[in-house]
Protein backbone atom coordinates (compact mmCIF):
# COMPACT_ATOMS: atom_id res chain seq x y z
CA UNK A 1 0.00 0.00 0.00
CA UNK A 2 1.45 3.67 -1.42
CA UNK A 3 1.68 6.30 1.34
CA UNK A 4 -1.04 8.14 -0.63
CA UNK A 5 -3.46 4.99 -0.45
CA UNK A 6 -3.20 4.81 3.25
CA UNK A 7 -3.98 8.65 4.30
CA UNK A 8 -5.98 8.51 1.79
CA UNK A 9 -9.00 9.37 4.23
CA UNK A 10 -8.91 12.99 5.30
CA UNK A 11 -11.65 15.89 7.28
CA UNK A 12 -10.07 18.78 4.96
CA UNK A 13 -8.69 18.56 1.16
CA UNK A 14 -7.52 21.58 -0.14
CA UNK A 15 -7.48 22.08 -3.71
CA UNK A 16 -4.49 24.91 -4.67
CA UNK A 17 -1.05 25.34 -2.83
CA UNK A 18 -0.97 29.30 -3.30
CA UNK A 19 -1.16 31.47 -0.07
CA UNK A 20 -4.99 31.13 -0.16
CA UNK A 21 -4.79 27.65 0.24
CA UNK A 22 -1.70 26.68 1.84
CA UNK A 23 -3.12 29.32 4.69
CA UNK A 24 -6.35 27.37 5.11
CA UNK A 25 -4.43 24.13 5.34
CA UNK A 26 -2.00 26.00 8.58
CA UNK A 27 -5.51 26.81 10.18
CA UNK A 28 -7.37 23.30 9.76
CA UNK A 29 -4.03 21.21 10.34
CA UNK A 30 -2.89 23.12 13.57
CA UNK A 31 -6.73 22.93 14.86
CA UNK A 32 -6.38 19.37 15.03
CA UNK A 33 -8.14 18.28 11.69
CA UNK A 34 -6.65 15.89 9.08
CA UNK A 35 -5.88 18.17 5.85
CA UNK A 36 -4.53 17.03 2.61
CA UNK A 37 -3.46 19.28 0.42
CA UNK A 38 -3.29 18.95 -4.01
CA UNK A 39 -1.89 21.39 -5.84
CA UNK A 40 -0.76 21.39 -9.35
CA UNK A 41 1.57 24.61 -8.71
CA UNK A 42 2.88 27.14 -10.96
CA UNK A 43 0.05 29.85 -9.91
CA UNK A 44 0.10 33.35 -9.94
CA UNK A 45 1.64 34.05 -6.54
CA UNK A 46 4.56 31.49 -8.43
CA UNK A 47 4.65 34.15 -11.40
CA UNK A 48 6.46 36.50 -8.61
CA UNK A 49 10.41 37.48 -9.20
CA UNK A 50 9.65 39.75 -5.72
CA UNK A 51 6.81 40.09 -3.26
CA UNK A 52 5.25 43.73 -1.96
CA UNK A 53 3.06 44.10 0.36
CA UNK A 54 3.59 41.37 2.63
CA UNK A 55 4.64 42.87 6.36
CA UNK A 56 7.29 40.73 7.38
CA UNK A 57 8.34 39.23 3.96
CA UNK A 58 11.00 41.22 2.40
CA UNK A 59 10.61 42.20 -1.19
CA UNK A 60 13.60 39.95 -2.51
CA UNK A 61 11.90 37.16 -1.76
CA UNK A 62 10.43 35.67 -4.97
CA UNK A 63 7.27 33.56 -5.14
CA UNK A 64 8.69 30.71 -4.84
CA UNK A 65 10.47 31.10 -2.30
CA UNK A 66 7.79 32.35 -0.68
CA UNK A 67 5.45 29.22 -1.84
CA UNK A 68 8.47 26.29 -0.04
CA UNK A 69 8.66 27.88 2.83
CA UNK A 70 4.85 27.72 3.48
CA UNK A 71 4.87 23.87 1.96
CA UNK A 72 7.62 23.56 4.70
CA UNK A 73 5.10 24.65 7.38
CA UNK A 74 1.93 23.01 6.50
CA UNK A 75 3.85 19.55 6.54
CA UNK A 76 5.72 20.34 9.33
CA UNK A 77 2.86 20.76 11.40
CA UNK A 78 1.15 17.42 9.59
CA UNK A 79 -0.52 18.07 6.43
CA UNK A 80 0.32 15.73 3.33
CA UNK A 81 1.09 17.87 0.24
CA UNK A 82 0.54 16.27 -3.15
CA UNK A 83 2.06 17.85 -6.14
CA UNK A 84 -1.02 16.98 -8.79
CA UNK A 85 -4.17 17.82 -10.60
CA UNK A 86 -7.47 17.47 -9.08
CA UNK A 87 -9.55 16.95 -12.16
CA UNK A 88 -12.59 15.16 -10.19
CA UNK A 89 -14.83 16.13 -7.60
CA UNK A 90 -18.35 14.64 -6.61
CA UNK A 91 -20.32 14.50 -3.92
CA UNK A 92 -20.63 11.01 -1.94
CA UNK A 93 -24.01 9.82 -0.39
CA UNK A 94 -22.52 9.72 2.72
CA UNK A 95 -21.91 13.79 2.62
CA UNK A 96 -18.55 13.48 2.52
CA UNK A 97 -16.57 14.41 -0.92
CA UNK A 98 -14.42 12.92 -3.30
CA UNK A 99 -11.20 14.27 -5.45
CA UNK A 100 -9.88 12.82 -8.49
CA UNK A 101 -6.38 13.43 -9.36
CA UNK A 102 -3.79 11.98 -11.86
CA UNK A 103 -2.21 9.82 -9.00
CA UNK A 104 -4.14 10.26 -5.80
CA UNK A 105 -7.59 9.84 -4.98
CA UNK A 106 -9.02 11.43 -1.87
CA UNK A 107 -12.12 11.49 0.32
CA UNK A 108 -12.68 14.33 3.01
CA UNK A 109 -15.16 15.74 5.02
CA UNK A 110 -15.10 19.46 3.90
CA UNK A 111 -13.20 20.81 0.42
CA UNK A 112 -11.67 24.24 0.55
CA UNK A 113 -10.93 25.45 -3.12
CA UNK A 114 -8.46 27.72 -3.64
CA UNK A 115 -7.56 27.34 -7.15
CA UNK A 116 -7.56 30.80 -8.49
CA UNK A 117 -7.22 32.03 -11.89
CA UNK A 118 -4.82 32.44 -15.11
CA UNK A 119 -4.49 36.23 -16.36
CA UNK A 120 -5.25 36.18 -19.77
CA UNK A 121 -2.08 36.95 -22.34
CA UNK A 122 -2.04 39.51 -24.99
CA UNK A 123 0.31 38.05 -28.13
CA UNK A 124 3.88 38.79 -28.22
CA UNK A 125 5.57 41.06 -28.18
CA UNK A 126 5.77 41.05 -24.66
CA UNK A 127 8.45 41.21 -22.14
CA UNK A 128 9.28 38.90 -18.98
CA UNK A 129 6.55 39.57 -16.47
CA UNK A 130 8.32 41.13 -13.68
CA UNK A 131 10.28 43.23 -16.18
CA UNK A 132 8.37 45.41 -18.08
CA UNK A 133 5.14 42.97 -17.90
CA UNK A 134 3.19 43.18 -14.52
CA UNK A 135 0.12 41.48 -13.57
CA UNK A 136 -0.96 43.12 -10.48
CA UNK A 137 -1.37 47.04 -9.99
CA UNK A 138 -1.07 47.06 -6.39
CA UNK A 139 1.68 45.52 -6.02
CA UNK A 140 3.53 47.17 -8.90
CA UNK A 141 2.19 50.67 -9.46
CA UNK A 142 5.31 52.07 -6.52
CA UNK A 143 7.72 50.96 -8.90
CA UNK A 144 6.72 53.40 -11.94
CA UNK A 145 6.49 56.85 -10.11
CA UNK A 146 8.22 58.72 -12.93
CA UNK A 147 8.58 56.30 -15.09
CA UNK A 148 7.01 55.92 -18.55
CA UNK A 149 4.13 53.08 -18.23
CA UNK A 150 2.13 51.36 -20.88
CA UNK A 151 -1.67 49.70 -20.30
CA UNK A 152 -2.38 47.17 -22.94
CA UNK A 153 -6.33 46.18 -24.38
CA UNK A 154 -9.61 47.89 -25.19
CA UNK A 155 -12.17 47.32 -22.28
CA UNK A 156 -13.47 49.32 -19.23
CA UNK A 157 -10.60 47.73 -16.90
CA UNK A 158 -7.80 48.94 -19.48
CA UNK A 159 -9.31 52.53 -19.73
CA UNK A 160 -9.76 52.56 -15.95
CA UNK A 161 -6.04 51.28 -15.52
CA UNK A 162 -4.22 53.97 -17.54
CA UNK A 163 -6.21 56.56 -15.71
CA UNK A 164 -5.24 55.26 -12.34
CA UNK A 165 -1.61 54.80 -13.08
CA UNK A 166 -1.88 58.92 -13.57
CA UNK A 167 -1.58 58.75 -9.69
CA UNK A 168 1.80 57.56 -9.99
CA UNK A 169 3.02 58.78 -12.96
CA UNK A 170 2.55 61.68 -15.88
CA UNK A 171 3.59 59.19 -18.90
CA UNK A 172 0.90 56.74 -19.48
CA UNK A 173 -0.16 55.78 -22.82
CA UNK A 174 -3.00 53.10 -23.35
CA UNK A 175 -2.23 50.53 -26.27
CA UNK A 176 -5.33 49.06 -28.45
CA UNK A 177 -2.98 47.00 -30.52
CA UNK A 178 -4.71 47.82 -33.71
CA UNK A 179 -8.26 46.60 -32.04
CA UNK A 180 -11.82 48.29 -31.62
CA UNK A 181 -12.33 50.19 -28.26
CA UNK A 182 -14.88 48.81 -26.56
CA UNK A 183 -15.01 51.13 -23.41
CA UNK A 184 -18.44 53.05 -22.96
CA UNK A 185 -18.98 56.45 -24.40
CA UNK A 186 -18.87 57.80 -20.71
CA UNK A 187 -15.10 56.42 -19.76
CA UNK A 188 -14.02 57.55 -23.33
CA UNK A 189 -15.06 61.17 -22.26
CA UNK A 190 -13.76 60.24 -19.31
CA UNK A 191 -10.39 59.07 -20.94
CA UNK A 192 -9.83 62.89 -23.21
CA UNK A 193 -10.51 64.53 -19.93
CA UNK A 194 -7.10 62.93 -18.64
CA UNK A 195 -3.27 62.93 -20.13
CA UNK A 196 -3.84 59.40 -21.13
CA UNK A 197 -2.19 58.69 -24.86
CA UNK A 198 -4.42 56.76 -26.56
CA UNK A 199 -2.01 54.38 -29.36
CA UNK A 200 -4.03 52.24 -32.03
CA UNK A 201 -1.31 50.95 -33.67
CA UNK A 202 -0.17 47.40 -33.48
CA UNK A 203 2.85 46.55 -31.44
CA UNK A 204 5.04 44.44 -33.55
CA UNK A 205 8.78 44.61 -31.70
CA UNK A 206 10.43 45.70 -28.31
CA UNK A 207 14.02 46.43 -26.86
CA UNK A 208 15.18 45.65 -23.64
CA UNK A 209 18.16 46.78 -21.52
CA UNK A 210 21.05 43.85 -20.68
CA UNK A 211 19.60 43.84 -17.64
CA UNK A 212 16.68 42.36 -19.14
CA UNK A 213 14.23 45.24 -18.31
CA UNK A 214 11.62 46.57 -20.90
CA UNK A 215 13.58 49.98 -22.70
CA UNK A 216 10.44 50.61 -25.76
CA UNK A 217 7.78 49.01 -27.87
CA UNK A 218 7.95 49.47 -31.69
CA UNK A 219 4.97 50.12 -33.57
CA UNK A 220 3.51 48.45 -36.86
CA UNK A 221 4.73 51.82 -38.58
CA UNK A 222 8.01 51.95 -37.36
CA UNK A 223 7.60 55.06 -34.63
CA UNK A 224 9.44 53.74 -31.06
CA UNK A 225 7.82 54.72 -27.97
CA UNK A 226 9.82 54.45 -24.27
CA UNK A 227 8.29 52.27 -21.30
CA UNK A 228 9.74 51.03 -18.55
CA UNK A 229 6.84 48.62 -17.82
CA UNK A 230 3.00 48.04 -17.64
CA UNK A 231 0.07 45.99 -17.65
CA UNK A 232 -2.12 43.85 -19.80
CA UNK A 233 -6.00 44.48 -19.20
CA UNK A 234 -7.58 41.22 -20.98
CA UNK A 235 -9.28 39.82 -17.67
CA UNK A 236 -9.18 36.67 -15.93
CA UNK A 237 -9.80 32.94 -16.35
CA UNK A 238 -11.37 31.69 -13.23
CA UNK A 239 -10.45 28.08 -12.16
CA UNK A 240 -13.86 26.59 -11.16
CA UNK A 241 -14.03 23.72 -13.19
CA UNK A 242 -14.06 21.91 -9.62
CA UNK A 243 -16.78 24.24 -8.31
CA UNK A 244 -19.00 23.57 -11.11
CA UNK A 245 -19.03 19.81 -10.83
CA UNK A 246 -19.84 20.38 -7.08
CA UNK A 247 -23.14 22.49 -7.58
CA UNK A 248 -21.30 25.46 -5.93
CA UNK A 249 -22.78 28.98 -7.51
CA UNK A 250 -20.93 31.36 -9.63
CA UNK A 251 -21.16 35.05 -9.81
CA UNK A 252 -21.65 36.97 -13.06
CA UNK A 253 -18.07 37.54 -13.35
CA UNK A 254 -17.53 33.91 -13.21
CA UNK A 255 -15.73 33.76 -9.35
CA UNK A 256 -16.81 31.59 -6.78
CA UNK A 257 -19.57 33.41 -4.95
CA UNK A 258 -18.94 32.99 -0.81
CA UNK A 259 -20.11 34.24 2.07
CA UNK A 260 -17.76 36.43 4.41
CA UNK A 261 -16.15 32.86 6.01
CA UNK A 262 -15.51 31.51 2.37
CA UNK A 263 -18.51 29.21 2.56
CA UNK A 264 -19.70 28.41 -0.77
CA UNK A 265 -23.56 27.63 -1.40
CA UNK A 266 -22.60 24.26 -1.06
CA UNK A 267 -22.55 22.84 2.43
CA UNK A 268 -18.80 21.33 3.33
CA UNK A 269 -17.36 23.24 0.42
CA UNK A 270 -15.49 26.17 1.01
CA UNK A 271 -13.62 28.95 -1.23
CA UNK A 272 -10.87 31.70 -1.11
CA UNK A 273 -8.16 33.88 -2.98
CA UNK A 274 -8.26 34.82 -6.32
CA UNK A 275 -11.00 32.48 -7.69
CA UNK A 276 -13.26 34.91 -5.32
CA UNK A 277 -14.38 38.08 -5.33
CA UNK A 278 -12.10 40.96 -3.52
CA UNK A 279 -8.64 42.30 -4.43
CA UNK A 280 -6.07 40.02 -5.61
CA UNK A 281 -3.57 40.35 -3.02
CA UNK A 282 -1.42 37.83 -0.66
CA UNK A 283 -2.43 39.88 2.13
CA UNK A 284 -6.14 39.16 1.28
CA UNK A 285 -5.75 35.71 0.13
CA UNK A 286 -4.40 34.32 3.25
CA UNK A 287 -7.03 36.35 5.78
CA UNK A 288 -9.28 34.80 3.28
CA UNK A 289 -7.52 30.99 3.55
CA UNK A 290 -7.36 32.01 7.50
CA UNK A 291 -11.04 33.21 8.11
CA UNK A 292 -12.37 29.50 6.11
CA UNK A 293 -9.76 27.30 7.96
CA UNK A 294 -11.08 28.55 11.44
CA UNK A 295 -14.73 28.53 9.85
CA UNK A 296 -14.06 24.69 8.70
CA UNK A 297 -12.52 24.25 12.41
CA UNK A 298 -16.07 25.59 13.79
CA UNK A 299 -17.86 22.75 10.98
CA UNK A 300 -15.82 20.15 11.98
CA UNK A 301 -14.53 19.87 15.38
CA UNK A 302 -16.26 17.47 18.06
CA UNK A 303 -16.76 19.06 21.36
CA UNK A 304 -18.60 20.77 22.97
CA UNK A 305 -21.56 18.43 21.58
CA UNK A 306 -24.59 20.75 22.05
CA UNK A 307 -27.24 19.31 24.22
CA UNK A 308 -29.17 17.73 21.07
CA UNK A 309 -26.04 15.87 20.73
CA UNK A 310 -25.67 14.59 24.16
CA UNK A 311 -29.43 13.02 24.14
CA UNK A 312 -28.49 11.57 21.41
CA UNK A 313 -25.41 9.67 21.36
CA UNK A 314 -24.33 10.04 25.11
CA UNK A 315 -22.11 12.24 27.29
CA UNK A 316 -18.54 12.88 26.33
CA UNK A 317 -16.46 10.26 28.14
CA UNK A 318 -12.78 10.82 28.67
CA UNK A 319 -11.68 7.73 26.63
CA UNK A 320 -13.13 9.93 23.89
CA UNK A 321 -10.65 13.13 24.00
CA UNK A 322 -8.77 14.62 23.07
CA UNK A 323 -10.54 14.87 19.62
CA UNK A 324 -7.38 15.45 17.33
CA UNK A 325 -6.54 11.88 15.28
CA UNK A 326 -4.29 10.03 16.69
CA UNK A 327 -1.80 11.13 13.58
CA UNK A 328 -1.68 15.01 14.31
CA UNK A 329 -1.86 14.28 18.24
CA UNK A 330 1.96 12.41 17.54
CA UNK A 331 3.09 14.76 15.27
CA UNK A 332 2.38 17.93 17.43
CA UNK A 333 3.52 16.28 20.49
CA UNK A 334 7.11 15.48 18.54
CA UNK A 335 6.64 19.62 17.00
CA UNK A 336 6.37 20.72 20.45
CA UNK A 337 8.71 18.49 22.13
CA UNK A 338 11.05 19.99 19.45
CA UNK A 339 10.37 23.43 19.80
CA UNK A 340 10.70 23.23 23.51
CA UNK A 341 14.37 21.16 23.09
CA UNK A 342 17.22 23.98 24.54
CA UNK A 343 19.04 25.03 21.26
CA UNK A 344 22.88 22.92 21.29
CA UNK A 345 25.96 24.68 20.66
CA UNK A 346 28.38 23.52 18.10
CA UNK A 347 30.32 21.94 20.86
CA UNK A 348 27.48 19.18 21.32
CA UNK A 349 26.53 20.76 24.74
CA UNK A 350 23.04 22.45 25.41
CA UNK A 351 23.41 26.06 25.88
CA UNK A 352 21.02 25.74 29.00
CA UNK A 353 24.27 24.10 30.54
CA UNK A 354 26.03 27.13 30.12
C1 LIG B 1 3.32 38.38 -11.54
C2 LIG B 1 2.50 38.59 -10.28
C3 LIG B 1 3.08 39.27 -9.23
C4 LIG B 1 2.34 39.46 -8.05
N1 LIG B 1 2.94 40.12 -7.02
C5 LIG B 1 2.28 40.25 -5.86
C6 LIG B 1 2.89 40.90 -4.74
O1 LIG B 1 4.05 41.34 -4.84
N2 LIG B 1 2.17 41.02 -3.59
C7 LIG B 1 0.88 40.56 -3.49
O2 LIG B 1 0.29 40.71 -2.42
N3 LIG B 1 0.28 39.93 -4.53
C8 LIG B 1 0.94 39.76 -5.69
N4 LIG B 1 0.32 39.14 -6.74
C9 LIG B 1 -1.03 38.59 -6.56
C10 LIG B 1 -0.93 37.26 -5.84
O3 LIG B 1 0.01 36.44 -6.48
C11 LIG B 1 -2.28 36.54 -5.80
O4 LIG B 1 -3.27 37.42 -5.28
C12 LIG B 1 -2.20 35.30 -4.92
O5 LIG B 1 -1.22 34.42 -5.42
C13 LIG B 1 -3.55 34.58 -4.84
O6 LIG B 1 -3.38 33.39 -4.13
P1 LIG B 1 -4.24 32.09 -4.46
O7 LIG B 1 -3.76 31.06 -3.51
O8 LIG B 1 -5.68 32.42 -4.48
O9 LIG B 1 -3.90 31.72 -5.98
P2 LIG B 1 -2.57 31.20 -6.70
O10 LIG B 1 -1.36 31.78 -6.08
O11 LIG B 1 -2.79 31.46 -8.16
O12 LIG B 1 -2.56 29.64 -6.42
C14 LIG B 1 -3.56 28.79 -6.95
C15 LIG B 1 -2.99 27.38 -7.03
O13 LIG B 1 -4.06 26.46 -7.31
C16 LIG B 1 -3.56 25.50 -8.21
N5 LIG B 1 -4.67 24.83 -8.87
C17 LIG B 1 -5.64 25.37 -9.65
N6 LIG B 1 -6.51 24.41 -10.06
C18 LIG B 1 -6.07 23.25 -9.52
C19 LIG B 1 -6.52 21.90 -9.57
N7 LIG B 1 -7.64 21.58 -10.24
N8 LIG B 1 -5.81 20.94 -8.92
C20 LIG B 1 -4.70 21.27 -8.22
N9 LIG B 1 -4.22 22.53 -8.13
C21 LIG B 1 -4.89 23.50 -8.77
C22 LIG B 1 -2.68 26.31 -9.15
O14 LIG B 1 -1.82 25.48 -9.88
C23 LIG B 1 -1.97 27.22 -8.14
O15 LIG B 1 -0.79 26.61 -7.64
C24 LIG B 1 1.02 38.95 -7.94
C25 LIG B 1 0.46 38.26 -9.02
C26 LIG B 1 1.18 38.08 -10.18
C27 LIG B 1 0.57 37.32 -11.32
Not at 242 to 268: K, P, S, Y
Not at 342 to 349: H, I, L, R
Amino acid sequence: MTDSERHDEYEVAVVGGGPAGLTAAVYTTRLGHDTVVINRGGGRAAMMLDTHNVIGVTEDVSGNEFLQTAQEQVREYGADYHRDFVEGAERLDDGRFRLTANDVEVVADHVVLATGFSDVRPDPPLPRTGRGLHWCLHCDAYMFVDQPVWVMGTGESAAAVAMIMLNFTDEVDLLTRGDEPEWSEETQRQLEAHPVDVVHKEVTDMEKGEDGWLEAFVFEDGTRRAYRGGFPMYGSDYNTDLAEQLGVELNDDGTIAVDDHGRTTVEGVSAVGDVVPGHNQIPVAMGQGAKAGIGVHYRLRKYPRSLEEIESGGEVTSDQVPGISQRLRERAREHNADAAAPPVDTEGTSSADD
